[in-house]
C-alpha cells in the first residue's frame, strides 16, 4: 500500500467554481502535513502546511483529521492559475512521502 | 535568497550508458534529498543525506544508482547503466535544520533511448 494515496482527477472545474479533494496516508505516525502545487514540467512548490485546527490562504482551505487519516484541500473561487497538479505530502522524521498528485483544471 | 541548483537541466542518453546528476543546496541547508518522478506520479524518494551522511537509502537501487555528497554541500547522483524505465525527472530538495519545509531545484529531465 502507497503511503500516500491521492485521486488524481481531473477535476475539470469552471472559473468561479469550488473544488475540494482528499488524501490519505497510511502511516499514523506522521507528524506534519503540507501541500505542493506542481506545475507542467516544473518543480513541486509549497503551497501550504495542513494543521489539525484547519487553516486558510486566502482561497485555500486545508483540513486534516487524523483520526481517519486524511487530508484535504479546498479552492474557492477557482482562477485560470489555479491549474495545476496538487501533490499531498506527509512528513515522517524529515522523510517527505508525496502523494500522486491531483490535477486540477479550471476552464474559462 | 539563491535556491536549489540542478544540472543539467536535460539530458537524452541511449540505455547502458551512464549518466550523472548535480545538486547545489540552499546555502546552509544540512538535509539534502535526491527524489525520482516518472511522468503522471508523485515524487519518490530516492536517498537522504544529513550532512555527509546517509539517512535513508532503502529505496536506491543500488545495483545501478549511486549518490554522494562528500563535503556536505553539493551532492551528484549517478546512474550505471542507465535503463529505459530510468526516464524520469531527477528532482533534488534540501531543507534547514530544525525546518520541515524542503524547497526542490528545477530538476533534471533524463530521457533514455
Known amino acids: 500500500r502507497k503511503e500516500v494515496e491521492q485521486d488524481p482527477g481531473p477535476f475539470n472545474v469552471p472559473e468561479g467554481a469550488t473544488v475540494a479533494f482528499n488524501c490519505t496516508y497510511s502511516?499514523?505516525?506522521?507528524?506534519?502535513f503540507f501541500w505542493y502545487r506542481q506545475d507542467c514540467r516544473k518543480e513541486p512548490k509549497l503551497l501550504m502546511s495542513?494543521?489539525?485546527s484547519g487553516n486558510e490562504d486566502g482561497r485555500f482551505t486545508a483540513q486534516l483529521n487524523r483520526a481517519s487519516q486524511y487530508i484535504s484541500l479546498l479552492i474557492r473561487d477557482s482562477k485560470l492559475s489555479d491549474s495545476a497538479t496538487y501533490l499531498c505530502v506527509a512528513i515522517n522524521d524529515y522523510k517527505l512521502s508525496f502523494g500522486a498528485g491531483t490535477t486540477v483544471t479550471v476552464r474559462a | 535568497e539563491a535556491g536549489v541548483a540542478q544540472s543539467p537541466r536535460y539530458k537524452i542518453i541511449e540505455k547502458r550508458q551512464s549518466v550523472a546528476f548535480w545538486c547545489n543546496p540552499i546555502s546552509g541547508h544540512a538535509t539534502l534529498y535526491w527524489y525520482q518522478q516518472i511522468l503522471g506520479q508523485g515524487p519518490k524518494l530516492l536517498i537522504q543525506f544529513q550532512n555527509n551522511g546517509v539517512v535513508d537509502d532503502s529505496q536506491l537501487p543500488k545495483d545501478r544508482f549511486s549518490a554522494e555528497r562528500l563535503k556536505g554541500v553539493d551532492s551528484t547522483l549517478k546512474i550505471q547503466p542507465a535503463k529505459l524505465e530510468d526516464s524520469a525527472v531527477y528532482l533534488c530538495?534540501?531543507?534547514?535544520?530544525?525546518?520541515?519545509?524542503?524547497?526542490f531545484g528545477q530538476g533534471t529531465r533524463l530521457t533514455v533511448v
Open positions: 530538495a534540501s531543507r534547514g535544520q530544525g525546518e520541515i519545509v524542503a524547497f
Open positions: 495542513v494543521y489539525s
Open positions: 502511516n499514523s505516525a506522521s507528524q506534519s
